[in-house]
């Protein structure tokens, strides 16, 4: 690392972004706003989303649409073109100049023409390569035609939504391009954080396909080993409804906030009833439940609606879009929407901490800008830091190695974070209490003697951590915590904000116990403003950030399923920001990741253009901004479906040459994008009339012969066997003492340098590992082990047995 300016943690880090579109992008802009240098590599012509705008509003000659200038503002621009050996020479001279490349340029991008993570580390041995493609790199799918709309077919999201009787419904607003780029940024770092420490770079080979898998399925294929038979299809309910001036979001995540839910709308019955407990159980009388949550929601204004649930502690929260959120009450007053030097509005850096700034907006680069200067740079040898452990050959690093974690957080969003330290080194120890143990323990468990065991998703969230139960309302638990807090690096929950402050554990007194500590707080709404005190789960912060609006029927809202671990990477970000700062100060500092926040960038899209060029965008159900046609079409086979996507001119060519090149087909109009997207009705007619005289796998095999990215509906429960993610070793199979040999998904990345096995232990029953940390670590005896479980401040069944 060259000598940095104090004001920013990665001021210093150079980064090659070679990537286009929306993915890599979205992950050097992350970078770029901790100080780091972002060196933009374009092709020829340059990154096609300068001439693109999501709203379809035409740009002026020369001029870069809303969306680019957010993604890479800041960032400064060279043309490479890496098909001459001039381009590929400045790649391999800015090389030595670097520590990051990321790009996404595919199995055919860079290894053929010499410039693969090899050869570019044999330039520059600490530089760390992020490749993000949509199998990854190797594999028997890894040249298979494929963009974000294909994914989602295959990884079973599009046919677990919708309603039966109006057919599958994808999730809008590129939501994966997003979520790849959230990773991307994620797994950038930490390979920097084990170069930095080894002396040895990394290649993260990142898959879109089994990031998504991670993301937007809550652990189908765990759920499906614990429950055989097919997914239904679904919508959340109760989840958007119609107020009078309006629509409402709601979350009833836990059987009381059912209940409640029921007694406000004036239909406790409901909640009496146990075919209705669980939200797939009342898919079956749906309109019934509908007619009842209408008749009351149409009734009310949002605002009334809000206030009542909120006061019932029942998770709610308005809709938003890119023309309501600006305004927005709570966002307004804690200042998330900043100007862009652009001039339109954009989300601020999506994590605020304590002591160490983000950079405001940059200017985005004209193409080419600063050739002259980063040429001149590609010449001059520059210092790259020393690592900092002694051994530069010593074999690579795990990124946290050696990082201690008091793990206090529940349910998703923050299990999935600390998920991401064990993956990669840490040692986390998970903190329950008997009295309330982890809710989602009990979400789509397995039936048997020990439900709290076998919940799906706890499981996917939870390997490779230790567990312990202490009652921090008891005096004996709370100390028994601090001394835990005394010997960690970091501290992690996310409660509703009252929380800690109940237990008197909030800031100051952890602060006090170890003033080397990270404290990361991942609150629904934030720890200020006027929401900062209601109750919200990702659905809700879906719900509000846009990302809803514009996913599902153009009718109806559906919320997407993936905050929880959105949040969650962009808060581990965050910690390795503050990790990095402590490095140079030693000390700790609070880190504050509401997941609102990296919802409204998720769905920055909105709020960009309608501030741009003042068109709200709305859904359009199937149908994309990006690529048309866009779909899903009915097969032959009975209840077979396909998805498919075309992004581009030559797809397209490729998609005349299969049907026969037939007359409609070949109207001029059709030749680009803006004239496919308007004739889309006609297309669908065409396309749907070609899927229905052919079997799904027919289909699908021919349009991807042509180039046409293609996939079959894939059922969630159904995924495994698959040949890409068996080659990947995708999944990793563990022995759990109650669901016997299970097969866990682990990162979606292959490296190399590291073993390729991220999972080192089962998830944890409860209370595991009370006699390993309170007895042997903390140095309890068993005489004091055996008095704290028979006040029930430890223990390992939940106290209610």
């Not at 023309?323 to 100007?339: A, I, K, N, S």
């Not at 001029?668 to 899927?691: I, N, Q, S, T």
Request: net charge negative; hydrophobic share 45%; aromatic share 6%.
């Amino acid at each position: 690392m060259a000598p940095r300016d104090p004001a920013w943690p990665l001021a210093g880090l150079r980064v090659l972004d070679l990537s286009r579109e929306i993915s890599g992008p979205y992950a050097t802009k992350l970078l770029w706003d901790a100080g780091a240098d972002v060196v933009k590599l374009e092709p020829p012509g340059g990154d096609p989303l300068r001439r693109w705008t999501a709203s379809g509003v035409a740009l002026a000659p020369g001029e870069d649409g809303a969306l680019f200038q957010f993604l890479n503002a800041g960032k400064r621009s060279a043309v490479a073109d890496l098909d001459t050996e001039e381009g590929r020479g400045l790649l391999r001279a800015l090389a030595a100049t670097a520590d990051l490349v990321v790009e996404d340029l595919g199995p055919q991008g860079l290894a053929p023409r010499g410039l693969g993570a090899d050869a570019l580390r044999e330039i520059q041995p600490r530089l760390c390569v992020l490749s993000i493609s949509p199998f990854g790199l190797t594999g028997p799918w890894a040249e298979r035609p494929a963009n974000e709309w294909t994914l989602q077919a295959a990884i079973g999201i599009i046919a677990r939504r919708g309603l039966p009787e109006r057919g599958p419904v994808g999730v809008g607003g590129r939501v994966p391009e997003w979520l790849a780029g959230a990773w991307a940024a994620w797994g950038a770092l930490a390979a920097w954080r084990s170069a930095r420490r080894s002396g040895r770079g990394l290649h993260l080979d990142l898959s879109s396909f089994e990031a998504m898998l991670l993301c937007m399925t809550q652990y189908h294929d765990l759920n499906g080993q614990f429950h055989p038979g097919d997914l239904v299809q679904y919508v959340d309910n109760p989840s958007i409804e119609p107020a009078r001036d309006g629509w409402v979001g709601f979350a009833t995540v836990t059987s009381q906030q059912w209940q409640d839910f029921c007694a406000m709308i004036g239909a406790p019955d409901l909640a009496q009833d146990p075919r209705l407990a669980a939200a797939d159980q009342r898919m079956r009388e749906l309109p019934r439940i509908h007619a009842l949550i209408h008749a009351w929601t149409r009734e009310r204004s949002v605002a009334e609606i809000v206030e009542i649930a909120s006061a019932m502690r029942i998770p709610v929260a308005p809709i938003g879009n890119g023309e309501t959120l600006p305004e927005t009450d709570h966002f307004r007053e804690r200042g998330v929407f900043v100007r862009n030097p652009g001039g339109f509005l954009q989300p601020r850096t999506p994590w605020r901490l304590e002591r160490t700034p983000m950079r405001p907006p940059g200017r985005a680069p004209q193409l080419d800008e600063q050739a002259a200067e980063i040429r001149a740079e590609a010449a001059r040898p520059r210092r790259v830091g020393a690592p900092t452990c002694p051994a530069p050959d010593a074999p690579a690093a795990l990124p946290f190695a050696g990082l201690r974690v008091v793990d206090l957080t529940a349910f998703w969003a923050g299990p999935f974070a600390t998920w991401l330290l064990a993956a990669l080194g840490a040692d986390v120890v998970k903190v329950e209490s008997t009295q309330r143990p982890d809710g989602m323990r009990f979400v789509n468990a397995k039936q048997g003697s020990a439900l709290w065991e076998c919940g799906s998703i706890y499981h996917g969230a939870n390997t490779g951590k230790r567990a312990v139960t202490l009652r921090l309302d008891a005096p004996e638990g709370r100390e028994l915590l601090l001394r835990l807090v005394r010997d960690a690096d970091v501290v992690i929950e996310n409660f509703s904000v009252r929380v800690l402050e109940n237990f008197d554990l909030d800031w100051p007194v952890l602060r006090a116990t170890n003033p080397r500590a990270v404290l990361v707080r991942m609150p629904a709404w934030g720890l200020d403003g006027p929401w900062r005190d209601r109750v919200g789960f990702a659905m809700n912060v879906e719900q509000a950030c846009g990302l809803a609006w514009l996913s599902g029927y153009p009718d109806l809202a559906m919320v997407v399923n993936a905050c929880d671990p959105v949040g969650a990477l962009h808060a581990m970000l965050a910690l390795d920001l503050a990790l990095l700062e402590r490095e140079r100060t030693g000390a700790g500092q609070l880190v504050e990741v509401p997941l609102v926040e990296p919802g409204l960038n998720f769905a920055a899209a909105q709020v960009v253009e309608h501030s741009a060029y003042g068109v709200r965008l709305d859904r359009t159900g199937n149908r994309g901004p990006a690529a048309a046609p866009q779909g899903v079409y009915r097969c032959a086979g009975a209840g077979e479906w396909l998805a498919l996507a075309v992004a581009s001119d030559a797809q397209w060519r490729g998609l005349r040459r299969l049907l026969g090149d037939p007359a409609w087909a070949r109207d001029p109009a059709l030749d680009g994008a803006a004239g496919r997207h308007a004739a889309h009705d006609r297309l669908d007619a065409e396309l749907g009339a070609w899927c229905a005289a052919r079997t799904c796998e027919a289909a699908v095999e021919a349009l991807l012969a042509a180039g046409v990215p293609a996939h079959p509906l894939v059922n969630g429960h159904r995924v495994m066997p698959n040949p890409q993610l068996e080659h990947r070793r995708f999944f990793e199979w563990l022995e759990h003492p109650h669901t016997g040999r299970t097969r866990y998904p682990g990162l979606p990345f292959r490296c190399d340098e590291l073993a390729n096995a991220w999972l080192r232990r089962a998830p944890p029953t409860l209370g595991q590992h009370n006699d390993e940390v309170l007895g042997g670590e903390l140095g309890l005896s068993r005489e004091e082990l055996a008095e704290l479980r028979a006040k029930q401040i430890v223990g390992e069944r939940p106290a209610w047995l």
